[in-house]
């Protein structure tokens, strides 16, 4: 059973509820959810939102949020609901041992100076409630800004929770060298964009391309928005909320780029870099390529053979590998 269930078991089905990063609960007392996945998103049938920022109703008198594995993540958006909540709602804190429940809640206990109360404690996870006695100051999410680049003369926005959101990654990094030796191009797809590092970069050094960005967290998709208008490539960008095995519309180009994900939670996990492999030689046109710039281990380079086309390895460095397939003509 998924621990996001437990909550579910717990929460008062008089009173509607608003979740954050789950449904069981919206699901069984009314209310609304907000999930940043495409996915998770498309799979549900309870009333959902993208963004916590996007929800505007706040007069719930229980919410329930399920930590992820990115810590400050997970405590800015309990802050943030925390300082909208009415008073005399519930907060209830949910996760598993494995992401860190327990010192979850001792800090956000400690940011918020309310005393936690334990509801449940099974299956190696635990619920916890917190209830708002009086009003706080509103709380913002947190905007983070890491270099667009090595030269680390623009900036790009990042929130806590997306990929690499402190620092520019250093397989990013080396993909973007790599592609400044690879001939210009018109058409080009930044798959698992992100907050836009790869497509951004292309979008500066070759001045007549257009770029679709796609990824499945909507807050990568967000920071990314801010970035193109940031830049002013509205023209030459266009970001789709997407996620790898659904459908990618029309696109067709003559270059993708990514940096795919390889796990799913804290799991390691190959499925979606390999659909998107699958996705990426579809929608490009013949003699079109795909660069795809991996850890060293990921075993990556077989799946890349079945691909109708021409296997290459272009670099090796710092642990990170970048590989290319140039399909047939
Ligand atoms: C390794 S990061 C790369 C981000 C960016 N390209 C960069 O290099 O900074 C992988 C990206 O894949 C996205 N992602 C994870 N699972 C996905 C899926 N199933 N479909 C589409 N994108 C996904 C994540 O949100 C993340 O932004």
């Known amino acids: 059973m998924d621990w996001r269930s437990l909550a579910a078991d717990i929460c008062n089905t008089h009173q509607t509820c608003l979740e954050i990063n789950g449904t069981d609960c919206a699901q069984r007392c009314g209310g609304m959810a907000v999930l940043n996945w495409f996915d998770e998103y498309q799979q549900t049938s309870v009333d959902v939102c993208a963004l916590v920022s996007d929800v505007s109703d706040w ?21 943030y609901v925390w300082s909208r909540m009415p ?7 949910s996760g598993s041992n494995a992401l860190g429940i327990k010192s979850t809640v001792k800090q956000f206990a400690k940011l918020v100076g309310v005393e936690p109360e334990l509801k449940i404690n099974k299956q190696r996870a ?6 708002k006695h009086s009003d706080v100051e509103p709380y913002d999410l947190l905007q983070l800004q890491v270099p667009a680049d090595e030269d680390e003369s623009r900036q790009l926005w990042t929130v806590p929770g997306v990929f690499s959101a ?10 973007q060298d790599c592609l400044v030796d690879v001939a210009e191009r018109v058409d080009i797809v930044d798959m698992a964009c992100g907050v836009g590092h790869l497509g951004l970069f292309l979008l500066e050094r070759w001045p007549q391309c257009s770029c679709l960005f796609l990824d499945a967290d909507s807050r990568a998709l967000s920071c990314l928005n ?4 940031d830049f002013n490539y509205q023209e030459r960008a266009r970001s789709q909320w997407w996620a790898a095995g659904t459908q990618l519309g029309e696109a067709s180009c003559d270059l993708v780029v990514m940096n795919p994900p390889a796990h799913s939670g ?3 996990d190959y499925h979606a870099a390999f659909t998107m492999f699958r996705q990426a030689h579809a929608c490009l046109r013949p003699g079109g390529e795909m660069y795809i710039i991996a850890n ?29 397939v140039r399909k047939d003509a």
Do not use: W
């Open 59 to 79: 007069s719930h008198q229980q919410y329930v949020m399920h930590v992820e594995k990115s810590r400050q993540a997970s405590l800015d958006t309990a802050r």
């Open 87 to 93: 008073v005399g709602a519930v907060l209830l804190l």
């Open 126 to 131: 635990r619920v916890v409630s917190f209830v």
């Open 166 to 175: 402190n620092e520019l990654d250093k397989g990013t990094a080396l993909m």
């Open 226 to 229: 801010r970035n193109i208008q």
């Open 266 to 268: 804290k799991q390691v």
């Open 296 to 324: 060293i281990q990921l075993p990556y380079e077989k799946e890349l053979k079945t691909l109708l086309g021409t296997f290459s390895l272009v670099r090796e460095e710092d642990g990170f590998k970048v590989m290319c």
